[in-house]
Structures are given as C-alpha cells and as structure tokens.
C-alpha cells in the first residue's frame, strides 16, 4: 500500500485566528486518527494568510479518494470549505511504488526484481508493447528511477 501526502489549506481566507488554527490542528490531528492519517506538525499561524496548509498522511491507492476524504475531514473540523492541494506519494522503493507510478500512466506490467552483481537492486519492468506505443519509454523509465532509486530495465512483451 502506498503512502499518500495530501496537501490541503484549511483557511484559504486567512481569518482564523491563532487559537483557531492551534484548536483546529489540535481536534484535526485527533480525528485523523479515526481515517489511519497522520497529520504533519506545521504552526499555520505563522503561515501567510491564504497560504494555511496542512499535510496528511494516509496510506492508499487512489489519490482522489484520499483527497475527499482529507477535504471531507478538514471541513468537519475547521467548519469552512478547504483548498484542495498537491497530492504526492512518499516513495519507498517498493514494488507497490513502481505499480503506483505505472497507475499514473495509466499502465499495468509485471516487475521483476533481482539483485544486480554489485548488490544493487535491478528492477525489470514487462510493459505490452501498445503501452509502450502510447506512452513514451523514456518517461516511464525515468519516473521509474526516481520512485525506485535503483537500475530499471524495461522490456516490450
């Protein structure tokens, strides 16, 4: 299961005070508990106004679902409507990120995963051919690299 990092303003007016926003990530930071989220500390106070995010942690697969549910509590909790931001994913390295990375694309491939003669990792990625026709190889190698941090070599099945 990958790990999502969700970005959301939660007071996309500026108006809150300080002891609204402490009071806020205070309730927003126990209640996230109850989603498996994990709220990152950020003092919002001192954050320009209009410019008040929060980052969430939450473990899945589908950003637009986590996202709801990160915007569904942080309107609960703070009572305004918040400002959706960027969603990105912690990588780890695994091949559930390499399989999240292909999602992005829109691709699916099997991975195979061999330790390399200086012990390094090798990940070898079989992509269809007319995925491969679709999407340019470069990029997908390239964003492979960057999730996985070890050699990727992709092979047209």
């Excluded at 919002?44 to 697969?61: H, K, N, V, W």
Aim: with cysteine.
């Amino acid at each position: 299961m990958r790990t999502a990092v969700l970005r959301i303003n939660v007071d996309p007016e500026g108006v809150f005070t300080r002891q609204q926003l402490s009071d806020g990530m205070a309730q927003l930071r126990s209640e996230a508990v109850h989603l498996g989220a994990e709220l990152i500390d950020v003092d919002l106070a001192s954050a320009p106004a209009g410019r008040r995010e929060i980052e969430l942690l939450m473990t899945g697969d589908n950003p637009d679902v986590l996202h709801r549910q990160g915007l569904d509590l942080c309107e609960k909790v703070f009572g305004v409507v918040p400002r959706a931001g960027v969603v990105t994913f912690i990588s780890r390295g695994t091949d559930d990120d390499a399989h999240g990375v292909l999602a992005g694309f829109g691709l699916t491939a099997d991975i195979d995963r061999t330790a390399g003669p200086d012990g390094w990792d090798v990940v070898v990625v079989h992509i269809a051919e007319a995925d491969l026709d679709r999407v340019p190889e470069s990029r997908i190698h390239t964003a492979l690299e960057a999730s996985l941090n070890c050699e990727v070599q992709i092979r047209a099945v």
